[in-house]
Protein backbone atom coordinates (compact mmCIF):
# COMPACT_ATOMS: atom_id res chain seq x y z
CA UNK A 1 0.00 0.00 0.00
CA UNK A 2 1.29 3.47 -0.60
CA UNK A 3 1.86 6.12 1.59
CA UNK A 4 -0.83 7.84 0.63
CA UNK A 5 -3.44 5.13 0.72
CA UNK A 6 -1.53 4.67 4.60
CA UNK A 7 -2.50 8.06 5.55
CA UNK A 8 -5.78 8.32 3.96
CA UNK A 9 -6.81 4.93 6.13
CA UNK A 10 -5.41 6.80 9.12
CA UNK A 11 -7.53 9.76 8.53
CA UNK A 12 -10.64 7.86 7.67
CA UNK A 13 -10.34 5.27 10.15
CA UNK A 14 -9.08 7.41 13.69
CA UNK A 15 -8.69 11.15 12.87
CA UNK A 16 -11.88 11.85 11.33
CA UNK A 17 -14.16 10.01 13.36
CA UNK A 18 -11.96 11.21 16.68
CA UNK A 19 -12.99 14.88 15.22
CA UNK A 20 -16.02 14.12 15.22
CA UNK A 21 -16.70 12.43 18.83
CA UNK A 22 -15.26 15.34 20.11
CA UNK A 23 -17.72 17.81 18.67
CA UNK A 24 -20.55 15.76 19.44
CA UNK A 25 -19.00 15.82 23.17
CA UNK A 26 -18.45 19.23 23.11
CA UNK A 27 -22.17 19.63 22.27
CA UNK A 28 -23.57 17.21 24.13
CA UNK A 29 -22.59 17.54 27.77
CA UNK A 30 -24.48 19.19 29.66
CA UNK A 31 -23.88 22.52 30.95
CA UNK A 32 -25.71 24.75 33.65
CA UNK A 33 -24.07 27.82 32.39
CA UNK A 34 -26.37 30.89 32.77
CA UNK A 35 -25.66 33.60 29.71
CA UNK A 36 -25.37 37.01 30.32
CA UNK A 37 -25.96 39.81 27.69
CA UNK A 38 -26.60 43.47 27.90
CA UNK A 39 -30.35 43.64 28.48
CA UNK A 40 -31.03 39.94 29.47
CA UNK A 41 -30.10 40.13 32.62
CA UNK A 42 -27.21 42.81 32.04
CA UNK A 43 -27.84 46.22 33.31
CA UNK A 44 -25.71 48.57 32.38
CA UNK A 45 -23.87 52.12 33.45
CA UNK A 46 -21.05 54.12 32.87
CA UNK A 47 -18.86 56.66 34.28
CA UNK A 48 -15.55 58.41 34.09
CA UNK A 49 -12.41 56.04 34.10
CA UNK A 50 -11.63 58.21 37.25
CA UNK A 51 -13.95 56.85 39.14
CA UNK A 52 -12.80 54.08 41.99
CA UNK A 53 -13.91 50.88 41.84
CA UNK A 54 -15.72 51.23 45.29
CA UNK A 55 -18.09 54.29 43.41
CA UNK A 56 -19.99 51.09 42.76
CA UNK A 57 -22.83 52.11 44.83
CA UNK A 58 -23.17 55.31 43.38
CA UNK A 59 -23.94 54.52 39.88
CA UNK A 60 -27.35 54.54 38.07
CA UNK A 61 -27.91 51.23 36.26
CA UNK A 62 -30.54 51.07 33.21
CA UNK A 63 -31.86 47.66 31.92
CA UNK A 64 -33.52 49.15 28.57
CA UNK A 65 -31.42 49.88 25.35
CA UNK A 66 -27.26 49.61 23.90
CA UNK A 67 -25.11 51.72 26.31
CA UNK A 68 -22.88 54.27 23.96
CA UNK A 69 -19.99 56.36 23.69
CA UNK A 70 -18.24 53.45 26.38
CA UNK A 71 -14.88 52.77 24.79
CA UNK A 72 -13.15 56.10 26.23
CA UNK A 73 -14.66 55.39 29.46
CA UNK A 74 -15.50 53.03 31.75
CA UNK A 75 -18.80 50.55 31.24
CA UNK A 76 -20.32 48.55 34.20
CA UNK A 77 -22.37 45.77 33.45
CA UNK A 78 -24.14 44.27 36.31
CA UNK A 79 -26.34 41.21 36.70
CA UNK A 80 -28.63 39.61 39.41
CA UNK A 81 -30.90 36.54 40.26
CA UNK A 82 -34.02 36.55 38.92
CA UNK A 83 -36.93 37.15 41.69
CA UNK A 84 -37.71 34.03 43.60
CA UNK A 85 -34.05 32.84 42.48
CA UNK A 86 -30.28 32.56 44.26
CA UNK A 87 -27.12 31.95 42.94
CA UNK A 88 -24.96 29.58 44.33
CA UNK A 89 -21.70 31.16 45.69
CA UNK A 90 -19.65 28.54 44.01
CA UNK A 91 -20.12 30.08 40.46
CA UNK A 92 -17.31 31.20 38.10
CA UNK A 93 -17.42 34.00 35.99
CA UNK A 94 -15.90 33.51 32.22
CA UNK A 95 -15.93 35.82 30.03
CA UNK A 96 -15.08 36.17 26.36
CA UNK A 97 -13.99 39.48 25.44
CA UNK A 98 -10.05 40.93 25.40
CA UNK A 99 -10.29 44.37 23.46
CA UNK A 100 -10.16 46.60 27.05
CA UNK A 101 -7.15 48.05 29.07
CA UNK A 102 -8.65 47.10 32.19
CA UNK A 103 -11.72 44.47 33.81
CA UNK A 104 -12.73 44.44 37.33
CA UNK A 105 -15.26 41.64 38.65
CA UNK A 106 -17.23 42.41 41.74
CA UNK A 107 -19.34 39.57 43.51
CA UNK A 108 -21.46 41.07 46.05
CA UNK A 109 -23.44 39.17 48.75
CA UNK A 110 -26.48 39.13 50.55
CA UNK A 111 -24.87 40.62 53.57
CA UNK A 112 -23.45 43.41 51.57
CA UNK A 113 -20.11 42.42 51.19
CA UNK A 114 -18.41 43.21 47.73
CA UNK A 115 -15.37 41.06 46.97
CA UNK A 116 -13.41 42.46 44.39
CA UNK A 117 -11.20 40.58 41.68
CA UNK A 118 -9.26 42.34 38.35
CA UNK A 119 -6.95 41.72 35.26
CA UNK A 120 -5.18 44.46 33.10
CA UNK A 121 -4.05 44.55 29.80
CA UNK A 122 -0.87 42.76 29.48
CA UNK A 123 -1.37 40.89 33.01
CA UNK A 124 -3.85 38.00 33.07
CA UNK A 125 -2.32 36.71 36.19
CA UNK A 126 -3.64 32.50 36.13
CA UNK A 127 -6.95 33.83 35.21
CA UNK A 128 -6.40 33.02 31.01
CA UNK A 129 -7.80 29.95 29.65
CA UNK A 130 -7.68 27.88 26.57
CA UNK A 131 -10.94 29.66 24.43
CA UNK A 132 -10.17 32.78 24.42
CA UNK A 133 -11.70 33.13 28.29
CA UNK A 134 -11.03 34.49 31.05
CA UNK A 135 -11.98 32.79 34.63
CA UNK A 136 -13.55 34.70 37.40
CA UNK A 137 -14.28 32.41 40.78
CA UNK A 138 -16.74 33.95 43.02
CA UNK A 139 -15.30 33.91 47.07
CA UNK A 140 -16.83 30.64 48.44
CA UNK A 141 -19.09 32.06 51.58
CA UNK A 142 -22.13 30.97 53.60
CA UNK A 143 -24.22 33.66 52.19
CA UNK A 144 -26.28 33.59 48.85
CA UNK A 145 -24.65 35.61 45.89
CA UNK A 146 -27.17 38.75 44.72
CA UNK A 147 -24.71 40.49 42.06
CA UNK A 148 -22.44 39.88 39.97
CA UNK A 149 -20.88 43.55 38.46
CA UNK A 150 -18.22 43.48 35.75
CA UNK A 151 -15.84 47.08 34.59
CA UNK A 152 -15.01 47.26 31.37
CA UNK A 153 -12.13 50.18 31.12
CA UNK A 154 -12.22 51.53 27.31
CA UNK A 155 -13.83 48.12 26.05
CA UNK A 156 -13.67 48.10 22.57
CA UNK A 157 -17.38 46.79 21.65
CA UNK A 158 -20.07 45.60 23.75
CA UNK A 159 -21.52 43.34 21.19
CA UNK A 160 -18.43 40.66 21.09
CA UNK A 161 -18.80 40.55 24.95
CA UNK A 162 -19.97 37.18 26.03
CA UNK A 163 -20.15 36.28 29.52
CA UNK A 164 -21.39 33.18 31.07
CA UNK A 165 -21.99 31.69 35.33
CA UNK A 166 -21.22 28.73 35.65
CA UNK A 167 -20.60 25.87 38.44
CA UNK A 168 -16.92 25.83 39.74
CA UNK A 169 -16.81 22.52 38.72
CA UNK A 170 -18.05 22.55 35.03
CA UNK A 171 -15.94 25.48 34.97
CA UNK A 172 -12.78 23.12 35.40
CA UNK A 173 -14.58 19.97 33.16
CA UNK A 174 -15.02 22.85 30.35
CA UNK A 175 -11.68 24.52 30.53
CA UNK A 176 -10.00 21.03 30.78
CA UNK A 177 -11.82 19.81 27.57
CA UNK A 178 -11.53 22.95 25.41
CA UNK A 179 -7.69 23.19 26.14
CA UNK A 180 -7.54 19.12 25.26
CA UNK A 181 -9.79 19.72 22.13
CA UNK A 182 -7.89 23.37 20.58
CA UNK A 183 -3.81 21.60 21.77
CA UNK A 184 -4.91 18.61 19.36
CA UNK A 185 -6.30 20.44 16.69
CA UNK A 186 -3.07 23.24 16.79
CA UNK A 187 -0.94 19.73 17.17
CA UNK A 188 -2.70 18.58 13.77
CA UNK A 189 -2.16 21.90 11.80
CA UNK A 190 1.43 22.19 12.61
CA UNK A 191 2.05 18.31 11.73
CA UNK A 192 -0.15 19.25 8.34
CA UNK A 193 2.50 22.12 7.78
CA UNK A 194 5.58 20.69 8.29
CA UNK A 195 4.54 17.82 6.33
CA UNK A 196 2.99 19.97 3.08
CA UNK A 197 5.90 22.32 3.16
CA UNK A 198 8.16 18.95 3.47
CA UNK A 199 6.27 17.75 0.39
CA UNK A 200 6.53 21.50 -1.51
CA UNK A 201 10.51 21.36 -1.08
CA UNK A 202 10.55 17.38 -2.44
CA UNK A 203 8.55 17.77 -5.55
CA UNK A 204 8.80 21.70 -6.11
CA UNK A 205 4.49 22.06 -5.91
CA UNK A 206 3.69 25.74 -5.43
CA UNK A 207 0.30 24.78 -4.78
CA UNK A 208 1.65 22.54 -1.65
CA UNK A 209 3.35 25.70 -0.14
CA UNK A 210 0.48 27.27 -0.30
CA UNK A 211 -0.83 25.33 1.59
CA UNK A 212 1.70 24.86 4.22
CA UNK A 213 1.52 28.97 4.57
CA UNK A 214 -2.34 28.41 5.07
CA UNK A 215 -1.61 25.48 7.95
CA UNK A 216 0.90 27.84 9.80
CA UNK A 217 -1.42 30.92 9.63
CA UNK A 218 -4.21 28.55 10.89
CA UNK A 219 -1.80 27.46 13.77
CA UNK A 220 -0.69 30.98 14.55
CA UNK A 221 -4.29 31.83 14.16
CA UNK A 222 -5.94 29.09 16.90
CA UNK A 223 -2.77 29.51 19.76
CA UNK A 224 -3.28 33.37 19.97
CA UNK A 225 -6.98 33.15 19.52
CA UNK A 226 -7.01 30.67 22.50
CA UNK A 227 -4.57 32.57 24.44
CA UNK A 228 -2.00 29.15 24.21
CA UNK A 229 0.33 31.65 23.25
CA UNK A 230 0.61 33.43 27.18
CA UNK A 231 1.93 30.59 28.42
CA UNK A 232 5.67 31.64 27.25
CA UNK A 233 4.47 35.41 25.61
CA UNK A 234 2.37 36.65 28.90
CA UNK A 235 2.57 40.31 28.45
CA UNK A 236 0.72 39.53 24.98
CA UNK A 237 -2.67 39.24 26.82
CA UNK A 238 -5.96 41.39 26.10
CA UNK A 239 -5.87 43.86 22.96
CA UNK A 240 -2.41 43.03 21.43
CA UNK A 241 -3.53 39.51 21.04
CA UNK A 242 -6.75 40.24 19.99
CA UNK A 243 -5.27 42.69 17.14
CA UNK A 244 -3.11 39.90 16.18
CA UNK A 245 -5.57 37.44 15.95
CA UNK A 246 -8.29 39.57 13.79
CA UNK A 247 -5.05 40.64 11.54
CA UNK A 248 -4.44 36.59 11.26
CA UNK A 249 -8.21 35.33 10.69
CA UNK A 250 -8.22 37.33 8.00
CA UNK A 251 -4.79 36.50 6.88
CA UNK A 252 -6.03 32.93 6.82
CA UNK A 253 -8.80 33.72 4.71
CA UNK A 254 -6.38 35.30 1.74
CA UNK A 255 -4.29 32.33 2.09
CA UNK A 256 -6.44 30.19 1.56
CA UNK A 257 -7.99 31.58 -1.27
CA UNK A 258 -4.66 31.71 -2.94
CA UNK A 259 -4.02 28.24 -2.07
CA UNK A 260 -6.94 26.76 -3.38
CA UNK A 261 -7.35 28.84 -6.65
CA UNK A 262 -3.34 28.77 -7.54
CA UNK A 263 -3.80 25.00 -7.32
CA UNK A 264 -5.99 24.44 -10.10
CA UNK A 265 -5.00 25.16 -14.08
CA UNK A 266 -5.73 28.13 -15.51
CA UNK A 267 -7.08 27.13 -18.40
CA UNK A 268 -9.98 25.40 -16.67
CA UNK A 269 -11.25 28.89 -15.20
CA UNK A 270 -12.72 31.75 -16.58
CA UNK A 271 -9.78 34.35 -15.98
CA UNK A 272 -12.27 37.26 -14.84
CA UNK A 273 -13.72 34.65 -11.95
CA UNK A 274 -10.15 33.81 -11.32
CA UNK A 275 -9.10 37.22 -10.52
CA UNK A 276 -12.75 37.94 -8.80
CA UNK A 277 -11.80 35.33 -6.18
CA UNK A 278 -8.22 36.71 -5.77
CA UNK A 279 -9.21 39.86 -5.78
CA UNK A 280 -11.77 39.47 -2.73
CA UNK A 281 -9.16 36.77 -0.73
CA UNK A 282 -6.64 39.42 -1.32
CA UNK A 283 -9.08 42.15 0.09
CA UNK A 284 -10.24 40.48 2.96
CA UNK A 285 -6.36 40.32 3.97
CA UNK A 286 -5.46 43.48 3.33
CA UNK A 287 -8.95 44.51 5.54
CA UNK A 288 -7.38 42.22 8.44
CA UNK A 289 -4.86 45.70 9.33
CA UNK A 290 -7.21 48.07 9.60
CA UNK A 291 -9.90 45.89 11.36
CA UNK A 292 -7.50 44.79 13.47
CA UNK A 293 -6.61 48.78 14.92
CA UNK A 294 -10.12 49.45 15.13
CA UNK A 295 -11.24 50.14 18.42
CA UNK A 296 -14.47 51.70 18.33
CA UNK A 297 -18.36 50.79 19.24
CA UNK A 298 -18.63 49.63 15.68
CA UNK A 299 -16.43 47.13 15.50
CA UNK A 300 -18.82 43.90 15.66
CA UNK A 301 -20.29 46.09 12.40
CA UNK A 302 -17.55 46.13 10.64
CA UNK A 303 -17.15 42.29 11.05
CA UNK A 304 -20.72 41.62 9.77
CA UNK A 305 -19.71 43.69 6.85
CA UNK A 306 -16.34 41.73 6.20
CA UNK A 307 -18.44 38.38 6.33
CA UNK A 308 -20.32 39.46 3.43
CA UNK A 309 -17.11 39.79 1.74
CA UNK A 310 -16.05 36.69 2.50
CA UNK A 311 -19.06 34.54 1.36
CA UNK A 312 -18.58 36.09 -1.36
CA UNK A 313 -15.08 35.03 -1.64
CA UNK A 314 -16.15 31.53 -0.71
CA UNK A 315 -18.51 31.62 -3.49
CA UNK A 316 -16.30 32.70 -6.13
CA UNK A 317 -13.81 29.81 -4.94
CA UNK A 318 -16.37 27.38 -5.23
CA UNK A 319 -17.52 28.09 -8.63
CA UNK A 320 -13.72 28.26 -9.09
CA UNK A 321 -13.37 24.67 -8.00
CA UNK A 322 -16.77 23.54 -9.31
CA UNK A 323 -15.76 24.77 -12.82
CA UNK A 324 -12.22 23.34 -12.93
CA UNK A 325 -13.90 20.07 -11.67
CA UNK A 326 -16.35 19.61 -13.88
CA UNK A 327 -13.36 19.88 -16.56
CA UNK A 328 -11.59 17.15 -15.17
CA UNK A 329 -8.90 18.56 -12.62
CA UNK A 330 -8.40 16.20 -10.31
CA UNK A 331 -6.58 19.01 -7.34
CA UNK A 332 -9.97 21.08 -7.70
CA UNK A 333 -11.69 17.90 -6.76
CA UNK A 334 -9.81 17.20 -3.75
CA UNK A 335 -10.18 20.87 -2.54
CA UNK A 336 -13.64 20.69 -3.05
CA UNK A 337 -13.70 17.71 -0.57
CA UNK A 338 -11.69 19.13 2.15
CA UNK A 339 -13.27 22.85 1.38
CA UNK A 340 -16.62 21.85 1.89
CA UNK A 341 -16.54 21.68 5.61
CA UNK A 342 -15.53 24.76 6.43
CA UNK A 343 -16.71 26.77 4.01
CA UNK A 344 -19.92 25.72 5.20
CA UNK A 345 -18.76 26.68 8.72
CA UNK A 346 -17.91 29.57 8.03
CA UNK A 347 -21.52 30.64 5.63
CA UNK A 348 -23.65 29.18 9.01
CA UNK A 349 -21.66 31.07 11.70
CA UNK A 350 -22.04 34.46 9.26
CA UNK A 351 -25.70 33.59 9.23
CA UNK A 352 -26.47 32.02 12.97
CA UNK A 353 -25.33 33.15 16.54
CA UNK A 354 -23.05 30.08 17.77
CA UNK A 355 -21.03 32.32 20.01
CA UNK A 356 -22.39 30.68 23.44
CA UNK A 357 -22.66 26.89 22.32
CA UNK A 358 -19.39 24.45 22.38
CA UNK A 359 -18.88 25.41 25.81
CA UNK A 360 -18.70 29.40 24.95
CA UNK A 361 -16.17 28.85 21.93
CA UNK A 362 -18.65 28.99 19.66
CA UNK A 363 -17.28 29.74 15.91
CA UNK A 364 -14.05 30.00 17.16
CA UNK A 365 -14.17 26.01 18.08
CA UNK A 366 -15.87 25.37 15.16
CA UNK A 367 -13.51 27.03 12.32
CA UNK A 368 -10.67 25.53 14.31
CA UNK A 369 -11.82 21.93 14.01
CA UNK A 370 -13.01 22.60 10.18
CA UNK A 371 -9.21 24.00 9.43
CA UNK A 372 -8.09 20.80 10.60
CA UNK A 373 -10.09 18.77 8.51
CA UNK A 374 -9.41 20.81 5.69
CA UNK A 375 -5.49 20.69 6.50
CA UNK A 376 -5.41 16.57 7.15
CA UNK A 377 -7.98 16.06 3.71
CA UNK A 378 -5.18 17.96 1.56
CA UNK A 379 -2.48 16.55 2.97
CA UNK A 380 -3.58 13.37 2.64
CA UNK A 381 -4.49 13.93 -0.90
CA UNK A 382 -1.79 15.34 -2.32
CA UNK A 383 0.01 12.43 -0.78
CA UNK A 384 -2.11 10.12 -2.63
CA UNK A 385 -1.76 12.08 -5.93
CA UNK A 386 2.11 12.19 -5.49
CA UNK A 387 2.23 8.74 -4.82
CA UNK A 388 0.22 8.06 -7.80
CA UNK A 389 2.62 10.04 -10.32
CA UNK A 390 5.40 8.27 -8.72
CA UNK A 391 3.25 5.21 -9.40
CA UNK A 392 2.97 6.15 -13.08
CA UNK A 393 6.24 7.43 -13.38
CA UNK A 394 8.09 4.42 -12.09
CA UNK A 395 5.67 2.39 -14.94
CA UNK A 396 7.18 4.51 -17.47
CA UNK A 397 10.50 3.88 -16.58
CA UNK A 398 10.20 0.49 -16.35
CA UNK A 399 8.50 0.26 -19.82
CA UNK A 400 11.38 2.40 -21.50
CA UNK A 401 14.08 -0.01 -19.76
CA UNK A 402 11.82 -3.01 -21.03
CA UNK A 403 11.69 -1.04 -24.46
CA UNK A 404 15.39 -0.82 -24.08
CA UNK A 405 16.53 -3.96 -23.53
CA UNK A 406 14.28 -5.22 -26.39
CA UNK A 407 16.08 -2.90 -28.79
CA UNK A 408 18.95 -4.66 -27.87
CA UNK A 409 17.56 -8.09 -28.15
CA UNK A 410 16.99 -10.26 -31.11
CA UNK A 411 13.42 -10.99 -31.63
CA UNK A 412 13.81 -14.60 -32.96
CA UNK A 413 16.58 -16.17 -30.80
CA UNK A 414 16.48 -13.61 -27.54
CA UNK A 415 20.04 -13.40 -28.03
CA UNK A 416 21.82 -10.10 -27.98
CA UNK A 417 21.39 -8.14 -31.18
CA UNK A 418 25.01 -6.73 -32.64
CA UNK A 419 24.16 -3.00 -30.95
CA UNK A 420 23.49 -4.69 -27.77
CA UNK A 421 26.36 -7.17 -27.90
CA UNK A 422 28.81 -4.13 -28.75
CA UNK A 423 27.29 -2.48 -25.63
CA UNK A 424 27.79 -5.11 -23.37
CA UNK A 425 31.43 -6.99 -24.50
CA UNK A 426 32.98 -2.59 -24.76
CA UNK A 427 33.73 -2.39 -20.71
CA UNK A 428 35.00 -6.46 -20.64
CA UNK A 429 37.04 -5.53 -23.56
CA UNK A 430 38.28 -2.00 -21.50
CA UNK A 431 39.20 -3.76 -18.58
CA UNK A 432 40.81 -6.78 -20.19
CA UNK A 433 43.20 -4.47 -22.02
CA UNK A 434 44.17 -3.00 -18.83
CA UNK A 435 44.66 -6.08 -17.29
CA UNK A 436 47.03 -6.99 -20.70
CA UNK A 437 44.40 -10.24 -21.14
CA UNK A 438 43.67 -12.22 -24.49
CA UNK A 439 40.68 -11.55 -25.52
CA UNK A 440 39.14 -13.66 -28.59
CA UNK A 441 35.61 -13.17 -31.02
CA UNK A 442 34.08 -16.39 -32.37
CA UNK A 443 32.15 -15.80 -35.41
CA UNK A 444 30.25 -18.54 -36.26
CA UNK A 445 27.99 -19.08 -39.15
CA UNK A 446 25.66 -21.50 -40.34
CA UNK A 447 26.85 -23.16 -43.67
CA UNK A 448 24.79 -23.49 -46.85
CA UNK A 449 21.46 -21.36 -44.90
CA UNK A 450 20.46 -20.14 -47.87
CA UNK A 451 19.97 -23.79 -49.18
CA UNK A 452 17.86 -24.64 -45.80
CA UNK A 453 15.66 -21.94 -46.59
CA UNK A 454 15.38 -22.46 -50.12
CA UNK A 455 14.05 -26.28 -49.55
CA UNK A 456 12.33 -26.28 -46.59
CA UNK A 457 11.04 -22.52 -46.09
CA UNK A 458 11.95 -19.95 -43.77
CA UNK A 459 9.86 -21.02 -41.26
CA UNK A 460 12.06 -24.01 -40.73
CA UNK A 461 15.32 -22.15 -41.34
CA UNK A 462 13.74 -19.71 -38.20
CA UNK A 463 13.72 -22.85 -36.23
CA UNK A 464 17.08 -24.18 -37.37
CA UNK A 465 18.35 -20.67 -36.17
CA UNK A 466 16.65 -21.13 -32.82
CA UNK A 467 17.65 -24.42 -31.81
CA UNK A 468 21.46 -23.16 -33.09
CA UNK A 469 20.79 -20.15 -30.51
CA UNK A 470 19.55 -22.14 -27.66
CA UNK A 471 23.00 -24.50 -28.14
CA UNK A 472 25.19 -21.26 -28.24
CA UNK A 473 23.07 -19.70 -25.46
CA UNK A 474 24.82 -22.51 -23.21
CA UNK A 475 28.01 -20.80 -23.02
CA UNK A 476 26.85 -17.57 -21.81
CA UNK A 477 28.72 -16.81 -18.59
CA UNK A 478 30.97 -13.80 -16.76
CA UNK A 479 33.47 -14.18 -19.10
CA UNK A 480 32.17 -15.27 -22.70
CA UNK A 481 29.20 -12.84 -24.09
CA UNK A 482 27.15 -14.08 -27.35
CA UNK A 483 24.79 -13.02 -29.59
CA UNK A 484 23.25 -13.13 -33.13
CA UNK A 485 25.37 -10.28 -35.28
CA UNK A 486 22.71 -10.89 -37.95
CA UNK A 487 21.23 -13.29 -40.52
CA UNK A 488 23.05 -17.17 -39.71
CA UNK A 489 25.52 -15.48 -38.15
CA UNK A 490 26.48 -15.69 -34.35
CA UNK A 491 29.01 -13.90 -32.20
CA UNK A 492 31.02 -15.57 -29.24
CA UNK A 493 33.83 -12.85 -26.92
CA UNK A 494 36.02 -14.55 -24.38
CA UNK A 495 38.61 -12.92 -22.28
CA UNK A 496 41.54 -14.99 -20.86
CA UNK A 497 41.00 -17.80 -22.71
CA UNK A 498 43.69 -18.26 -25.59
CA UNK A 499 45.96 -20.90 -27.38
CA UNK A 500 45.12 -24.54 -27.20
CA UNK A 501 42.76 -24.16 -24.76
CA UNK A 502 40.84 -21.35 -26.95
CA UNK A 503 40.90 -23.90 -29.97
CA UNK A 504 39.09 -26.42 -28.11
CA UNK A 505 36.96 -24.25 -27.03
CA UNK A 506 35.86 -22.69 -30.82
CA UNK A 507 36.18 -26.88 -31.50
CA UNK A 508 33.53 -27.72 -29.06
CA UNK A 509 31.13 -24.89 -30.14
CA UNK A 510 31.46 -26.10 -33.75
CA UNK A 511 30.93 -29.52 -33.06
CA UNK A 512 27.88 -28.70 -30.25
CA UNK A 513 26.15 -27.02 -33.30
CA UNK A 514 26.68 -29.72 -35.79
CA UNK A 515 25.47 -32.38 -32.85
CA UNK A 516 22.01 -30.12 -32.93
CA UNK A 517 18.98 -32.40 -34.28
CA UNK A 518 17.15 -30.79 -37.08
CA UNK A 519 15.72 -33.87 -38.23
CA UNK A 520 11.80 -33.21 -37.57
CA UNK A 521 12.77 -29.74 -39.65
CA UNK A 522 14.81 -30.79 -42.77
CA UNK A 523 14.70 -34.67 -42.51
CA UNK A 524 18.00 -36.18 -42.14
CA UNK A 525 20.56 -33.98 -43.38
CA UNK A 526 22.66 -32.25 -40.95
CA UNK A 527 23.38 -28.40 -39.84
CA UNK A 528 26.97 -27.65 -39.80
CA UNK A 529 28.85 -24.56 -39.29
CA UNK A 530 32.35 -22.32 -40.31
CA UNK A 531 34.15 -20.94 -36.82
CA UNK A 532 36.38 -17.67 -37.45
CA UNK A 533 38.65 -17.08 -34.57
CA UNK A 534 40.45 -13.95 -33.84
CA UNK A 535 42.89 -13.91 -30.77
CA UNK A 536 44.15 -10.20 -29.82
CA UNK A 537 46.43 -9.63 -27.33
CA UNK A 538 45.93 -7.38 -25.52
CA UNK A 539 42.46 -7.16 -26.11
CA UNK A 540 41.50 -4.25 -28.97
CA UNK A 541 38.30 -2.82 -29.59
CA UNK A 542 35.30 -5.00 -31.22
CA UNK A 543 35.84 -3.89 -34.40
CA UNK A 544 39.89 -4.83 -34.81
CA UNK A 545 38.62 -8.27 -33.01
CA UNK A 546 35.81 -8.66 -36.02
CA UNK A 547 37.73 -7.82 -38.51
CA UNK A 548 39.94 -10.54 -37.99
CA UNK A 549 37.62 -12.81 -36.74
CA UNK A 550 35.57 -12.19 -40.27
CA UNK A 551 38.80 -12.79 -42.05
CA UNK A 552 39.41 -16.15 -40.24
CA UNK A 553 35.37 -17.04 -41.10
CA UNK A 554 36.86 -16.61 -44.70
CA UNK A 555 39.63 -17.96 -44.93
CA UNK A 556 37.47 -21.50 -43.08
CA UNK A 557 34.70 -20.95 -46.16
CA UNK A 558 37.02 -21.34 -48.70
CA UNK A 559 38.60 -23.87 -46.61
CA UNK A 560 35.83 -26.43 -47.27
CA UNK A 561 33.45 -25.13 -44.24
CA UNK A 562 32.23 -27.28 -41.04
CA UNK A 563 36.01 -26.08 -39.44
CA UNK A 564 37.58 -23.86 -37.24
CA UNK A 565 40.26 -21.15 -38.50
CA UNK A 566 41.92 -18.88 -35.44
CA UNK A 567 44.48 -15.66 -36.71
CA UNK A 568 46.29 -14.21 -33.22
CA UNK A 569 47.51 -10.73 -33.10
CA UNK A 570 49.95 -10.15 -30.82
CA UNK A 571 51.79 -6.77 -29.74
CA UNK A 572 55.19 -9.15 -29.56
CA UNK A 573 58.38 -7.58 -29.78
CA UNK A 574 59.15 -6.26 -33.49
CA UNK A 575 59.76 -8.83 -35.92
CA UNK A 576 56.50 -10.98 -35.13
CA UNK A 577 53.76 -10.77 -37.34
CA UNK A 578 49.82 -11.97 -36.88
CA UNK A 579 50.10 -16.03 -37.04
CA UNK A 580 47.23 -18.13 -38.60
CA UNK A 581 45.97 -21.69 -37.46
CA UNK A 582 43.60 -23.75 -38.98
CA UNK A 583 41.68 -26.73 -37.31
CA UNK A 584 39.53 -29.07 -39.99
CA UNK A 585 36.12 -31.24 -39.04
CA UNK A 586 37.15 -34.78 -39.00
Wanted: charged share 20%.
Amino acid sequence: MTAGGNLWTMLRGRLLPGLAMLVCALLAVPSHAETLKVGAPLCHAQSPLGLPDAGLGSLAFSCAGSPAGYHKASLWLRAAPERGRRWRSDVALMIHQSRFDRLAVAFTYADGQTRWQQVRQGDYGSRWRAGGQIVFEAPERTVPLTAVTMRFDRLASVDLLRARLIPKGDAVVQSTGMAIAIGAALTLLLVSGIYSLSLAVAVRRSYLAWQAGWSATMLLWGAVWSQAHLGLLPWLAGTASAKIGTFLACLAIAVATASAVLAIDARLVARRLRLAALALGGFVGVVGVPLALIRSENLARWGDLLGLVILADLAAVAACLGLAWRRGSVEARDFLAAWCLPMAVLAFIHIVDVDDSLWGGGSKVMVLLAATWQALWLSASATRRLAQLRIERDRARAAEAFAQQLARRDPLTGLLNRRGFVESVTPLLARAHADDLVAALLVVDIDRFKSINDVHGHDAGDAVLCEVARRIERWEGPMCSVARLGGEEFGLLTVGMEGMVLARFAESVRRGIAACDHSVLIGEGSVTASVGVAEVRPAGDFQQLYRLADEALYDAKRGGRDCVVIQRCFNDPPGDAPGREAAFSS
